[in-house]
């Protein structure tokens, strides 16, 4: 790492002590984009911070209007410094959809693609496991998870063998429902994976110990419905930002609730999702000094929570 980007690392972990500095300061590495990275636990990958989701915003025709706007949205992403697209055979077209965006835009992007398998089938599963390949335009696809844990056992021996035979790269598991928190634990426990994907933000922070756990399990974290699926960031945006958080060098809702996110030592790569070209740029703006202290985070949480 560059003096200037050393630098800058100490001075985003300077607020933080304990575990937490310990584990920031080996983790963060600051890109030429300005896009923070953190490292994947069980490689040492880096991956931006702010990735995009596409659930329901890419789920459009691929061709026309609206696919342009959405290409538009992915072009922004990239050129701000994004890495990790996710998606999966649930969200309709969206497959198809960011493979002929990766088509269009040619070269190679700084991708890493997220994908998952969702059956109840095994041969289902396997059929949506292949699907992505071709969907895609890609030969390898960087993550490949279990979509809600469904028939997980069974998909996790199949992308077991995929990861063996070099066609995928890292195994995850990913839930939206706090229902599942305690299969998902037994697996954190039992499981040798790669990554869990779960919802977080800070209306909604049930899965505390699980992100907890992760850590301790040596396993990377990706937070789906950062924003709250958009109502949260409604919501908020009725209120003014408060002076604290503008004296803390926070912009904007965007940048305070993703920045709350990303700061967890344990949090790799929140992905919200956006149909808007101007929201991905404060997205990933976001993105550029995450690192707040612990007891602002608490400070923030608490506001959130009495909105």
Sequence with gaps: MKRRESLKVLGLIAGLSGSASRLLAKDLLPGPDGMIRKQIPSSGEAVPVIGMGTWLTFNVPTSGPVFEARLGVLREF??????????????????????????????????FSATKVWSPGTDGGREQYEASFRLWSRELIDLQQVHNLVNWQSHLELLRSA????????????TSHGRRHPELARILRTEPIDFVQLTYNAARTASEPLIKLAADRGVAVI??????????IERVQRETLPEWAKDAGIRNWPDFLLRWIVSHPAVTCAIPATTQVEHMR??????????????LRRRMQRYISQL
């Design 78 to 111: 990239f050129r701000h410094g994004g890495g990790l697209v996710d998606a999966s055979p649930m969200y309709g077209n969206a497959e198809a959809v960011m493979g002929a965006c990766l088509r269009r835009l040619g070269g190679s992007p700084p991708l």
């Design 163 to 174: 990861k063996a035979e070099g066609r995928i790269r890292y195994i995850g598991m990913t």
């Design 223 to 232: 937070v789906n419905r950062p924003l709250g699926g958009g109502a949260l």
């Design 282 to 295: 404060e997205n990933m703006a976001a993105g550029q000094m995450p690192v707040l202290d612990e007891p």
